[in-house]
């Protein structure tokens, strides 16, 4: 169908931060095109509850994983319109 290879393989990295009680996520994605995207992701511990650092770190990463996708729908919706020069709704 296509004459040249379409594979692509983006990069996803996940650092963690961590205290008593935060967890903070920062999430980069290396995109086919070259260009990186940062989201951040925070999860915070009740001091009542037991301290699980892998909890935290799930949490933060799931809500950055999150900010990326909507970063990403709206980079595609930008790019969508540039072309249509119509409004593009995209969902999640």
Not at 55 to 83: D, F, H, M, N, Y
Request: charged fraction near 25%; proline fraction near 3%.
């Amino acid at each position: 169908m296509y004459d040249k290879d379409l594979s692509n393989k983006w990069r996803v990295e996940i650092d963690f931060v961590e205290d008593e009680t935060h967890t903070h996520a920062t999430v980069r994605a290396q995109c086919g095109d070259g260009e990186t995207l940062t989201t951040l992701g925070d999860a915070y511990r009740n001091p009542k509850d037991s301290g699980s650092p892998m909890i935290g770190e799930e949490i933060a990463a799931a809500r950055g994983l999150i900010a990326l996708g909507t970063e990403l729908l709206q980079c595609a919706s930008s790019r969508i319109e540039q072309v249509t020069h119509q409004p593009v709704h995209l969902y999640r």
